[in-house]
């Protein structure tokens, strides 16, 4: 009892210690870097944002918004492989069409990684590039059965106004161009921040 008082008291002591280091560390930090109370005022009044939004990933075009960077030696470029690794760099519009508005991009890598079906593992970060969200970002990170009708993907963090975010993101195939394996991904983004 009496040591696991002692313990409490001496991880506070320690989590009080590695608090105030970081505290330190920020505000020798540009104007923009947080202080700890900015942060825990943060943490108690967050707030869930939904963003709705078209990712458009074209990839056998003249000028392709992501490219096969590696696959297995020999396989199909017309066709998809387990093993195909792609760096996309997708723009984000408000609408289905690639000339409506731009809202961001999509930036980052995807891989082929099943063996039998059409399932990506993704790592992205979205930046967003309109208004209040200028320059800040998502990172998504995960499972993306591309066949299946709505796909969840977590978001794992962001950064600006999504600092410290958590969240998900369903994604749905809008349109899909199967000679030139593009397609826009029609994005619900919910965040909490
Ligand atoms: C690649 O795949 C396409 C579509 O399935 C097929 O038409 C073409 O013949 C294949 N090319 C080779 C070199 O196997
Ligand atoms: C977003 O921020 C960049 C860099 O600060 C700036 O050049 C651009 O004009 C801003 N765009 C909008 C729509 O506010
Ligand atoms: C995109 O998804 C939203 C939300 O599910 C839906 O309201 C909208 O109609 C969809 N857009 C298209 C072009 O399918």
Same mark, same amino acid.
Not at 10 to 36: R, W
Not at 65 to 80: D, E, I, L, M, Q
């Given at each position: 009892?009496?040591?696991?008082?002692?313990?409490?008291?001496?991880?506070?002591?320690?989590?009080?210690?590695?608090?105030?280091?970081?505290?330190?560390?920020? !505000?020798?930090?540009?104007?923009?870097?947080?202080?700890?109370?900015?942060?825990?005022? #943060?943490?108690?009044?967050?707030?869930?944002?939904?963003?709705?939004?078209?990712? &458009?990933?074209?990839?056998?075009?003249?000028?392709?918004?992501?490219?096969?960077?590696?696959?297995?030696?020999?396989?199909?470029? @017309?066709?998809?492989?387990?093993?195909?690794?792609?760096?996309? !760099?997708?723009?984000? @519009?408000?609408?289905?069409?690639?000339?409506?508005?731009?809202?961001?991009?999509?930036?980052?890598?995807?891989?082929?990684?099943?063996? !039998?079906?059409?399932?990506? %593992?993704?790592?992205?970060?979205?930046?967003? @590039?309109?208004?209040?969200?200028?320059?800040?970002?998502?990172?998504?990170?995960?499972?993306?059965?591309?066949?299946?009708?709505?796909?969840?993907?977590?978001?794992?963090?962001?950064?600006?106004?999504?600092?410290?975010? #958590?969240?998900?993101?369903?994604?749905?195939?809008?349109?899909?161009?199967?000679?030139?394996?593009? %397609?826009?991904?029609?994005?619900?983004?919910?965040?909490? &921040?």
């Amino acid at each position: 009892m009496a040591s696991s008082l002692a313990r409490t008291i001496l991880f506070t002591a320690f989590l009080f210690s590695t608090l105030a280091i970081h505290e330190a560390v920020a !505000d020798g930090n540009s104007e923009d870097t947080p202080s700890l109370e900015e942060i825990r005022h #943060r943490l108690k009044s967050q707030k869930l944002t939904r963003l709705q939004f078209y990712m &458009h990933d074209l990839v056998l075009v003249s000028d392709p918004t992501s490219v096969k960077v590696a696959g297995v030696p020999g396989s199909n470029r @017309t066709t998809v492989n387990f093993g195909d690794l792609y760096v996309l !760099d997708d723009p984000l @519009t408000a609408g289905p069409s690639l000339t409506s508005t731009a809202v961001g991009r999509a930036q980052g890598i995807y891989s082929f990684s099943s063996k !039998d079906s059409i399932t990506l %593992m993704m790592s992205v970060n979205m930046v967003f @590039t309109g208004g209040k969200y200028n320059g800040s970002t998502v990172t998504v990170i995960g499972r993306n059965a591309v066949l299946n009708k709505v796909r969840e993907l977590p978001v794992v963090g962001g950064t600006g106004a999504f600092r410290l975010a #958590r969240g998900f993101v369903q994604i749905s195939t809008a349109i899909l161009d199967a000679p030139t394996l593009s %397609m826009v991904l029609n994005c619900s983004l919910y965040v909490l &921040h």
